[in-house]
């Protein structure tokens, strides 16, 4: 009879004490403070330069989905809600509110926002109340800095039904193939079609800057278009085999990019690492890895050891880097694999999503690694200014890591991912200095995941009052007692 993994929930630790004690226990190196600093004197007030401009605090947004979108890829009343709650927040970095499609085939839901030459009022419309609302949390808008996430989703474009997965591959992969349906018939895009694709990145820069947006990040992770083509080791042509073409789609956007608007700065939300895919395995009750069995040395990912790709390998991300820092890329946001074949990588929780599988690890590994390989890249690069992502599984203890990590130089950015959508304010409490409201504190359910894979816009169901009280809300409840008999 296989075991129940028992991992302890760190909502069930008392004190920072308590969670200090568990750090050591297990060997969890990653730095923690004793006791929350108000005021100028935290480290997360701290304002940052970024080549002349100033930043004026350590929290960013990450970027979010909602799912919200209308078939056109307008924001609808729940995108505008969100971006305000993004706003009310306090981050003064605002990594792009959520990943924009450049072109409708590369949307990855039929309800994602979607930019073109007609969307400069909704993303203005959508900059303006963020903006709105930070001014009324914080007093000012002055040192606010705010990006849009561009994407193309490359093999998980689902852009018209939220059933039928549309991939445009770059090369095929002998395990994530066949969890799509693709056979080895189906087309890989050319490098004609790829050039397209590049010149619709260089439109939505030209929208994005004229609605305001402070900068653009061409997206470089999570298993979409830009991620997987720093993997084409399979590939022939232009985009594919060598570093150099590997790396051609980001340089041919970023030049043009910064030819047409100097004054947009650019900046890049990458996967750092990877692993293979994980999946349920029967018989197991947590995640396991796949079989690559006569795949080794593995080519299929980035960042990874080719000979035991579930461990990291950070020679290529520290090229990547060198590259960024090269083309005059200021701003990155560290990430790692794909929710879509790694989410406990990805975005480490306790429960996983319906589509998931039960963590195969601690979850807090999984935010140690993250913190480590970010730590890691920015000992490499200290000009450059770095995000951490994968924060929110810490719960009641994220704001004693997030003023540890900074002040100690892990990060320059502690990024937000779901505690924004559980409770936008918890650093803006601690810098301000309110008490925690334990009650908004995110406990990774994984719903605000589970509801898109069902169809359903992306929420905070058990938290936010405004999911919990929707009609949607009895809809997941179903969908997720289906799929426990199952
Ligand atoms: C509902 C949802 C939507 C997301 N959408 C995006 C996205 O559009 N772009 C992106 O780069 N990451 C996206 N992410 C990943 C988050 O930005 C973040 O990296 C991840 O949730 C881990 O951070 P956390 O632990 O703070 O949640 C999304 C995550 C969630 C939960
Ligand atoms: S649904 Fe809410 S509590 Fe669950 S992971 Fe998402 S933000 Fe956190």
Redo the contacts with the bound molecule.
């Keep these: 009879m296989p075991q129940q993994p028992s991992y302890t929930h760190l909502g069930g630790l008392r004190d920072i004490e308590s969670f200090r004690r568990y750090l050591t226990e297990h060997q969890i190196n990653i730095p923690c403070d004793d006791q929350l600093i108000s005021g100028t004197a935290s480290p997360l007030a701290q304002p940052i330069d970024i080549g002349g401009t100033t930043i004026g605090n350590r929290i960013a947004a990450?970027?979010?989905?909602?799912?919200d979108g209308t078939a056109h890829g307008r924001p609808t009343e729940l995108t505008f809600r969100r971006w305000e709650r993004f706003g009310a927040s306090g981050a003064k970095l605002i990594?792009?509110g959520?990943?924009v499609a450049v072109r409708h085939d590369g949307r990855?839901n039929p309800n994602q926002l979607v930019i073109n030459k007609h969307s400069h009022d909704d993303l203005s419309r959508l900059r303006e109340t963020l903006v709105h609302a930070h001014k009324q949390a914080t007093g000012s808008d002055s040192d606010l800095f705010i990006g849009l996430?561009l994407?193309h989703s490359g093999r998980y474009s689902r852009p018209n039904a939220h059933g039928r997965p549309e991939p445009k591959i770059v090369y095929h992969h002998p395990i994530l193939d066949s969890r799509l349906g693709i056979t080895p018939e189906h087309p890989v895009l050319t490098d004609r079609e790829l050039r397209d694709i590049i010149e619709d990145f260089h439109n939505a820069a030209v929208v994005a800057a004229e609605a305001g947006f402070d900068f653009i990040?061409v997206?470089h992770?999570?298993g979409y278009l830009g991620h997987e083509l720093l993997s084409a080791h399979t590939r022939d042509g232009d985009f594919g085999g060598s570093f150099e073409n590997r790396t051609r789609f980001l340089r041919e956007i970023t030049g043009a990019v910064r030819a047409a608007n100097p004054a947009l700065s650019i900046a890049v939300?990458l996967s750092a690492f990877d692993m293979i895919p994980f999946r349920k395995h029967m018989g197991e009750t947590c995640g396991a890895p796949e079989s690559i069995d006569g795949l080794l040395p593995y080519r299929w990912a980035f960042g990874v050891n080719v000979d035991d790709p579930i461990e990291p390998d950070l020679h290529e991300p520290i090229r990547f880097l060198s590259l960024l820092r090269d083309l005059g890329v200021k701003l990155v946001?560290v990430?790692a694999g794909s929710?879509y074949y790694n989410p406990h990588i990805?975005?480490?929780?306790f429960y996983p999503p319906s589509d998931g599988y039960s963590a195969p690890e601690d979850p807090i590994k999984g935010?140690a690694r993250?913190m480590q390989v970010t730590r890691e890249l920015k000992q490499q690069f200290p000009e450059l200014i770095v995000v951490g992502?994968?924060?929110?599984?810490l719960q009641d203890f994220l704001p004693y890591v997030a003023q540890a990590a900074i002040r100690e130089g892990w990060t320059n950015f502690v990024?937000?991912?779901?505690?924004?959508?559980a409770y936008p304010s918890q650093l803006l409490d601690v810098i301000q200095g309110r008490t925690l409201q334990r009650k908004l504190i995110?406990r990774?359910f994984?719903d605000?995941?589970t509801a898109?894979r069902a169809g359903l816009p992306?929420?905070c169901y058990p938290l936010d009052p405004f999911y919990k009280n929707s009609s949607d809300a009895d809809r997941l409840k179903q969908l997720k007692a289906t799929k426990k008999k199952d």
């Design positions: 990450q970027p979010m989905e909602g799912w990594w792009g959520e990943a990855a996430q994407t990040d997206k992770c999570h939300r946001n990430s929710p990805q975005r480490p929780a935010v993250q992502s994968a924060y929110s599984y990024g937000l991912g779901r505690m924004l959508l995110c990774t994984s605000c995941t898109p992306s929420g």
